[in-house]
Structure formats: structure tokens, C-alpha cells
DNA sequence: AGAATAGTGTCTCTAAGACACTATATA
DNA sequence: TATATAGTGTCTTAGAGACACTATTCT
């Protein structure tokens, strides 16, 4: 089925009727063995057949597009956006990007913690996490470009937000989290300088009061806090 | 005429088309006598009819979404994008936002410099600049939020980019800067500090050797310089 | 005791904010 | 000379980076 709209949209305006495909494509980004990863799945068919794609899919008739994303996500992965996050990420519209016709994809980033659940046994046939620092061949479509701008917004977000905390576990060290920051920036950081801004950044992390049981001295466990935004900013070098 | 995609998008995907009116939607920023202004149109027939909305209309079939955008500018204000700024905003699709029916709408910002060349005389017939403080009633649609997650995209990347250049004449003095800032922020700024702040920070701003010819001492000339990021960023309080 | 990891204290340097002062034009 | 606007210098303070040191566990 296929909704018309009908009349001018405004005055003023010309009346073609734009009809276009338009779907979801999703960068989802976790970090394995402190390396940031992503999820790909290969293409079975043409065109592209045999390389490495963005996971997405078509936007339902009456769908939003956030929940489009968070249903392919689920459906390609098995797992929800809930202990993670996922926002919209940009809008790709390059008449040429699809060969078999007109598509606008809407494209979301999402970020996981490296949960335990495997994604095998998902409904997603060959969807698998990929080393970013090792992916053969170009990617189908535009997804490599799509992949850049989506890894470039989570870097971005980590200085000033405190988006970091969604590749953890709900509790967490400072080291863990050092190590998100060492992983998607492809840096080091001072331990010592790294614990002092994070827990004095204001609503960045809370205190559990429990604390880790392994080798060396126990570390203390970290809860998300209720800032938005971080102030002041955590500036990559 | 309608494009239709053939085929599964991809395997494990499912088969509904999809097919949505796919429109942009601007959100045009300049400033004019030291207040933030934006570009409304008003709508001549249902919904909404007698309302403010943010100018926009169809995606061509063959045709770019920045370039509709800034097609859509040319249309609607006589000018081109070209002194200012233009560049994707976000996406808008929520199932219920057009009552005609399912209209994703990829909305832009653009930044344009106070022309002296007047709106009026353009294709548009009721398009026309509104301080942002002094608008009436609610937009249409869901132009209302489009357009506060337009301006508060452009108080963000005033902070880290060279963008408030955009507002301003291919020559400017700091003071004229500054009054940008101010004016979208809505704030005053130390005059003395900014302007050690404009000019020291690298690739802001570049002489021209030029100077103004006004009352008081003369100011000195700037260009926008070849800076993609301002480092470090110029925050607000 | 020794290894391993967690966390604190201190120093230096950069940059932001407050604000007095100097500079150069017009009326 | 008065007025108006442009631009510089200085002081204080917040915060980033470098790095020595202390703390608490396990083996």
C-alpha cells in the first residue's frame, strides 16, 4: 500500500509527489578486547553481493523512523537499544547511492556494551562484529561513508557528552571506562589525570559503593549520573 | 511518476515498500539589527492554514537533498546559499506529523549573512524575516521543534566552529563577530576578551589590511580564515 | 614480600574572565 | 577638545597534562 499525499504541500510549492523508499541503516558500535567494533552483516544478493553492509531495512507504513531503527536492531542483533543508545545519526539521499532505484536512508548510531550474549541465534543471518581498525574490501552502497560519519559522531560525543558510559555494563570501573575512551579515540590516556576528571566532572559518574573482587587493589564500581552534557568537556588531545 | 525497488533490500529484510513522500524543510537564520531572525512563510491553504511554517517543499526525482535544500532556498528567498551556510539538520518522520499523510521531512539549517537585497520581489509570496523572540502563535506541523533543534544547532557549533562567520559579510570587523555571538547566544561578551579570543585562535580570522571609515577609531578588516574547528573551542558561559 | 592494580597530591602551563588603560578616528 | 569606538596589557583563577607517591588487594 501507498500512502498519497494529496494537494499542494504549500502554496507557492510544485506538485510532484516526491514518492521515495525509505529505510534505516544502522552503525552499531561496541567495544571487544578494548577495540572498537562493528556490526555488519554480508549481502547475500545483488547488487553488492558478497560484501560487507550496514545492518537496515525498509521503514514501516506507520512507523517512526527511531522505532524503525530499534526494531531492525532487535531484529538483526536480538538485543534491544535499552542498556546502550541509539539516536538518528543523518540523512543520506544521493539520488545514485542504490543502483535498483530512488532510497533515502535515514541512518542511526547505536552504542552497545559488549554484552554476553552472543549474536549468533539472532534472526540475522550473518551479522557479526567487526574490528574497525581490520575491514577487508569496501563496503555496499554508500555504508563506508555512512560507517566514517557515525564513528567521527561517536568520537565527537565523547568529549562532551557522557555517552561513553553506554559501551559499559550499568556498573563500571574508571579503568573501564578509561578504556572506552582509549578505544573509539585510539589513544592512551593518563590513568591517574582520567580518574580526577571523571569523578569530579559534575553528574558524570556516581559512586555505588561497591567495589570490584579481582587481581590488585579492588576498584570502586560507577553508576551513570544524570548529566546530559559534560561540563567542562573531556577534549581529545 | 513513481520509483519502485525491486527485490529484498536485503536478505532477512522484509518486503514492504516503504514508499514515503520525502520533502525538506528549512530553518534560515540570519541577523538582522543585532537580533537573531528566521525565515517563515505562511500557509495560504489547509492545515494549518493561516499559520507560520518554515519554508520547504518536494524532493526532486533526481535530486540531491542538499540540493533541494538549497533549491528550495533559492525559491522561496531569491538567494543563494552560496555567502552563507547550509547543511543538514536532522530527519523528521513521525507517522503522525503531516494529518494529509506519511511525509518524511529532511530538515536543513542554513546561515545567511543581513543582505541588503530585500526577500520581497522573490518567488515566495509570504515569506518573511520574524525575530525569533517575537514569534506569535505555534507553527505549523512540527515546524515549532524543527526550528528550536535548528537554532540550538547553531548556538552549539558557534562554540567549536568558525560558523558565525556565516552571519556575516565577506568582510567583518570583530565587533560585527562579536555581535553575532551575542546576538545568537543572547548574551554580551567582553569586547576586549573577544577580540583576543577572535584573533589569536588559529584560522578564525585573517586580516585583510583593510579598515572601516565610521565614527570612532577604525576597525580592522577580517575574512573568515581556513579553519574547519576552532581549538580550542570558544565556549559559552 | 612482591606483583598488580587503584587512587591521591603536587607542580607547571595554558587559557578564560575581569578590568584599567592606550590608540585613533570624527564632530 | 570632547566623544566614540578599537585594541592592548595585566592580574587572578580554573583546569589540563606530567608525574611521584600512597593504598589495597592477591599470590
Redesign the pocket.
Known amino acids: 500500500m501507498t500512502i498519497t499525499v494529496e494537494g499542494t504541500y504549500r502554496q507557492g510549492g510544485d506538485n510532484s509527489v516526491g514518492q521515495i523508499s525509505v529505510t534505516v541503516d544502522l552503525v552499531v558500535l561496541t567495544i571487544r578486547q578494548g577495540e572498537l567494533c562493528v556490526l555488519l552483516v554480508e549481502r547475500g544478493i545483488p547488487p553488492y553481493q558478497g560484501r560487507w553492509a550496514l545492518p537496515g531495512g525498509f521503514v514501516h507504513e506507520d512507523e517512526d523512523l527511531l522505532a524503525a531503527a530499534g526494531r531492525e536492531l532487535r531484529e538483526e542483533t536480538g538485543l534491544a537499544a535499552a542498556p546502550g543508545h541509539l539516536e538518528q545519526l543523518r540523512t543520506y539521499g544521493e539520488p545514485g547511492r542504490d543502483p535498483r532505484g530512488r532510497v533515502v536512508s535515514v541512518a542511526h548510531l547505536a552504542l552497545l556494551p559488549d554484552l554476553p550474549a552472543p549474536v549468533a541465534g539472532s534472526d540475522a543471518a550473518g551479522a557479526s562484529w567487526h574490528r574497525l581498525a581490520a575491514i577487508a574490501g569496501p563496503l555496499a552502497f554508500d555504508h563506508g561513508r555512512i560507517l566514517r560519519d557515525g564513528v567521527e559522531r561517536a568520537r565527537a560525543k565523547l568529549e562532551y557528552t557522557p555517552l561513553a558510559t553506554a559501551f559499559c555494563p550499568a556498573e563500571f570501573?574508571?579503568?573501564e571506562l578509561r578504556g572506552v575512551y582509549e578505544a573509539v579515540w585510539g589513544t592512551t590516556l593518563?590513568?591517574?589525570?582520567f580518574?580526577?576528571?571523571a569523578?569530579t566532572t559534575a553528574g558524570f559518574v556516581v559512586s555505588t559503593g561497591q567495589?570490584?573482587?579481582?587481581?590488585?587493589?579492588?576498584?570502586?564500581l560507577y553508576r551513570r549520573g544524570d548529566a546530559e552534557v559534560l561540563h567542562?568537556?573531556?577534549?581529545r588531545?
Chains 1, 2 share one sequence.
Not at 567495589?211 to 570502586?220: C, D, H, K, L, Y
Not at 567542562?232 to 577534549?235: A, T
Open positions: 570501573t574508571i579503568a593518563d590513568a591517574r589525570n580518574h580526577r576528571k569523578t567495589r570490584t573482587q579481582r587481581v590488585g587493589r579492588p576498584a570502586e567542562p568537556p573531556l577534549l588531545a
